[in-house]
C-alpha cells in the first residue's frame, strides 16, 4: 500500500535538502521552496512559479502542504480576540490577540493541553494530549498577524508563548518554529518581539542559555514560598524554587538580559506581606523584572483576585525595595480569553465569529 503523501511543512531543512539530491535536484531549490512554504504561506505546489514544472509534479507526488485554520473567533468588549485552532489532527486550541496602544501581542500555544497541572489554570484540567509541531506554532502567528491586519488594522508587534502548554517540554519544535518566525524566508520578525514563558523548567533554562535563544524569557513565578509555590504549581516538586533561583542567576549572567517573573495575585493566598518578603529575597538575587497579574475568577477554581489596595500595598513594598513591578490589567475576561482562562473548548455559539484564511 502506497504510504500517505508526507506533510511538507513538517520537514528540516536538512531533510528537504536530501529528499532534493535524492531526487537529482540541486539543494538551492530547497531555499526558493521554504520561501513559498514559509514567508509567502502557499497552500499549493502550483502557485511555486519561479520551479520548474517537473520538480513541482514530483512535489506534487510525495508531499502535501497543511495550515492550521481559524475554527471560531470572539470578540472581547475591550479589544482582545480570542481564536479557536484547528489542529492538523483535529484537535483545538486556543490564542489571544491583545491589542494596547503602544503594542499588539499574540499570545500562542506550544502544546494541545498540559502536563504541569497548575491549581489556578482551566487549561491543566484538559490534561496533555501532545506537543504541536513547529509548523502548527508558526501557523498561528501567521493568523494572529493576519487578524491583526485585517481587523485592528495594525501590524502584530510581539508573540508570548503563555497560551496552552509548556513551550520548555516542546523545546525542539519551539526553538524550530522561532527561528522559521525570525528567518528572512518567514516572517522574518526581529527576536526581541518573541518571549518564553516558563512554568520554572530548570533543565531546559540551562539548556536556552547555553543554546543562546533568540527570546526573552518569562517565569511563571506565583509564590517565592516553596511549600505555596508547590500546592500552586506542582512543578515546584521536581523543580524546587532554590534550583530555579540558581537557573536564573547563570541564564541572566549568560545571556546579559533580565527575566521577567510573572505574578498572579490570588486573594490570601499569595498577596501578604509574607508573600512580598519571599519574593523580594527570591528576584534580588538577578536582574528581573516582577510582573504583577490581575486574577481573573474561573467558576471551577477556589480562588479570587486580590482586592486593588492590597495589590496596591504589595507592589509599592517591592518598589520601595528597589525592585521593578508592574501591575498587568486583565484583558478579555468577557471572553475567557484572559491568563489561565484557554481550555481548548469550541467557543459558544453566542459570540461573534468569523473564520480568516492562512495566508
Ligand atoms: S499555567 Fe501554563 S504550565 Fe501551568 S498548567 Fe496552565 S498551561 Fe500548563
Not at 513538517?10 to 532534493?20: C, G, I, K, N, R
Not at 513541482?56 to 502535501?64: A, S
Not at 528567518?183 to 518571549?195: I, N, P, V, W, Y
Request: proline content about 5%.
Amino acid at each position: 500500500m502506497k504510504a500517505a503523501p508526507r506533510n511538507i511543512r513538517s520537514m528540516s531543512d536538512e531533510e528537504l535538502e536530501t529528499w532534493l539530491s535524492e531526487s537529482g535536484e540541486p539543494r538551492f531549490r530547497a531555499r526558493q521552496i521554504q520561501e513559498w512554504l514559509w514567508g509567502k504561506n502557499v497552500s499549493d505546489f502550483e502557485s511555486m512559479s519561479n520551479l520548474p514544472a517537473g520538480l513541482r509534479d514530483k512535489l506534487k507526488r510525495e508531499f502535501v502542504i497543511r495550515h492550521l485554520t481559524v475554527e471560531k473567533t470572539a470578540f472581547s468588549r475591550d479589544g482582545t480576540i480570542k481564536s479557536a485552532y484547528r489542529l492538523l489532527d483535529g484537535k483545538i486550541i486556543e490564542g489571544v490577540l491583545i491589542p494596547t496602544p503602544q503594542r499588539i501581542t499574540a499570545c500562542i500555544s506550544s502544546q494541545a493541553g498540559c502536563s504541569l497541572n497548575c491549581a489556578f489554570c482551566a487549561t491543566a484540567a484538559l490534561k496533555m494530549m501532545r506537543n504541536l509541531g513547529a509548523d502548527e506554532i508558526y501557523d498561528q502567528v501567521v493568523l494572529a498577524r493576519n487578524q491583526a491586519l485585517e481587523i485592528l488594522r495594525r501590524p502584530l508587534t510581539n508573540v508570548v508563548f503563555m497560551g496552552m502548554g509548556e513551550p520548555l517540554l516542546n523545546y525542539k519544535n519551539v526553538l524550530r518554529a522561532l527561528s522559521l518566525l525570525q528567518a528572512r524566508f518567514g516572517l522574518a520578525m526581529g527576536a526581541h518581539r518573541f518571549t518564553l514563558s516558563t512554568a520554572g523548567i530548570t533543565k531546559m533554562i540551562l539548556r536556552l542559555a547555553e543554546d543562546g535563544v533568540p527570546c526573552k524569557l518569562a517565569v511563571s513565578l506565583h509564590s517565592a514560598i516553596p511549600e505555596k509555590r508547590t500546592r500552586l504549581m506542582p512543578i515546584n516538586e521536581s523543580n524546587p524554587l532554590k534550583d530555579l533561583r540558581s537557573a536564573l542567576i547563570y541564564y541572566t549572567s549568560k545571556i546579559g538580559r533580565p527575566v521577567t517573573l510573572e505574578y498572579l495575585m490570588l486573594k490570601n493566598v499569595n498577596d501578604q506581606m509574607e508573600d512580598a518578603h519571599a519574593l523580594l529575597k527570591f528576584a534580588k538575587s538577578f536582574p528581573c523584572k516582577i510582573n504583577l497579574i490581575e486574577y481573573n475568577t474561573v467558576p471551577s477554581m477556589p480562588f479570587e483576585p486580590s482586592p486593588s489596595e492590597q495589590i496596591d500595598t504589595f507592589q509599592q513594598f517591592l518598589k520601595k525595595h528597589g525592585l521593578i513591578a508592574t501591575l498587568r490589567k486583565s484583558r478579555g475576561k468577557d471572553i475567557e480569553a484572559a491568563c489561565g482562562q484557554l481550555a481548548g473548548q469550541l467557543l459558544p455559539e453566542s459570540v461573534q465569529h468569523k473564520s480568516l484564511p492562512v495566508h
